[in-house]
Every structure is written in C-alpha cells, then in structure tokens.
C-alpha cells in the first residue's frame, strides 16, 4: 500500500499569509494526487485534483505543484474562512485509495 | 442540484450489524463509481469501500473485508453498506463519496454526503 505523509501536522498562520502544506508519498504516484478541505463538523470538500487541477468554484489562491512521490499545496494569501484541516489522497494505485493523516491550519 | 444523503447510522453493540444508505440525486447515478471513506472521532480520513457505476468491481479495505459488503441500486439511485461483526474500532462517522469520473473510476471524490455516525458500544 502506498502511504501519504503529510507536514506539518499543525500550522499556525495569519490571515494574508502565504501557506504551504507538504505531501510525501512512499512510492512514485505519478501526478495522482488530490486535496480535500474539511472544516469542523462537515465533510471533506476536493480543492484540487490530479496535482494542479483546481476544481470548479474553488478560489484561485489555491494551487497544487509536484511530482513523483513529493508534492504541495499552497494557499497564497490566506483568508479567514480558509482556517480547516487538509488532506491529501492518492489516486494512482488503488484499491486501497489512501489518505494523508492531514494538516490542521489554524490562526495565529 | 448534486446531493448525496446518508443514513442508517446508530448505536450498536459490538458483534451487530448495520445497513447505511446513500441517496442520490442530481446525477445519472448509474454511471459514476461511489466509494464510503470513514473518519473515526479526531481522526483522519480512511477509505472503507467502493464499487463501480454498474456494480460488477468492488473494493473493500483490508480493516473490513469480510464484514462490509458495498453495493448499490441503480433503479433507486441508491449506495448501500452492510455492516456485520461491528467493532468499537468502526465506530467513526461514515461518508458516500461520488467518483469524479466517468467514463473511467478516478479514486478521485468530488461530491460528498454529510455523514452518518455509527457507534459500536456496549
């Protein structure tokens, strides 16, 4: 199975920051990899898929870059509503699909 | 609208059984591969079950195999799992997520449910 780690676990960031969240995964995924957003109490919601592709109605401030086993997410001027938990998910050797363990962004 | 609803979830005693429901609409359901992805409380996301648009590939997690079985209702727009042999490590809140595909399944989940909870406790 492939496993997705991802750093840090925790951020503390202010609201205009630029903010980059880190996925590792243990094998070559090629560019199948996707980031979810989960605020408390409700369901994830795709931000981004096959690395870079911005799901529609997601902000432009979001973006995704990597390759291979290392990838990012990069949210480039934080809003307030923007304060969640990320997850990223490969897709490339499945089943099982896997999921990071997720990165809590929260204000400083 | 795209919408996925669940339902089903409750409290049950270790050993039991539970059937979740998922309901569609918004989409030719029969089309997409649908997948249940599980997040136990404070804890991360974990990928239980999925199955493809015309049901005949199914995938479960080695932590269920043998106890879940997905399937679906195509004419009723509908995801199932059934749940036997629960254990107070299943306990989470179950999600229904719709494959962003097709023509092919992606893995990739674009449309989520609002979860059901399930608590296997004595």
């Known amino acids: 199975d492939i496993q997705m780690t991802q750093s840090p676990s925790s951020l503390s960031a202010s609201v205009g920051d630029r903010v980059t969240i880190t996925c590792r995964a243990s094998?070559?995924?090629?560019?199948?990899l996707n980031w979810y957003q989960q605020k408390p109490g409700t369901a994830p919601k795709l931000l981004i898929y096959?690395?870079?592709s911005l799901r529609s109605g997601v902000p432009s401030r979001f973006s995704g870059s990597g390759s291979g086993t290392d990838f990012t997410l990069t949210i480039s001027s934080l809003q307030p509503e923007d304060f969640a938990t990320y997850y990223c998910?490969?897709?490339?050797?499945?089943?099982?699909?896997?999921f990071g363990q997720g990165t809590r962004l929260e204000i400083k | 609208e795209v919408q996925l609803l669940e339902s089903g979830g409750g409290l049950v005693q270790p050993g039991g059984s539970l059937r979740l429901s998922c309901a569609a609409s918004g989409f030719t359901f029969s089309n997409y591969a649908m997948s249940w992805v599980r997040q136990a409380p404070g804890k991360g996301l974990e990928w239980v079950s999925s199955?493809?648009?015309?049901?005949?590939?199914?995938y479960n997690a080695d932590s269920v195999k043998g106890r879940f079985t997905i399937s679906r209702d195509n004419s009723k727009n509908t995801l199932f799992l059934q749940m036997n042999g629960l254990r107070a490590d299943d306990t989470a809140i179950y999600y229904c997520?719709?494959?962003?595909?097709?023509?092919?399944?992606?893995?990739?989940?674009?449309?989520w449910g609002q979860g059901t909870r399930v608590t296997v406790s004595s």
């Open positions: 094998q070559s995924i090629n560019s199948y």
């Open positions: 096959s690395t870079s």
């Open positions: 997520a719709k494959d962003i595909g097709p023509p092919i399944t992606t893995d990739v989940f674009d449309i």
């Open positions: 998910q490969q897709s490339y050797s499945t089943p099982p699909v896997t």
């Open positions: 199955i493809s648009g015309s049901a005949d590939i199914k």
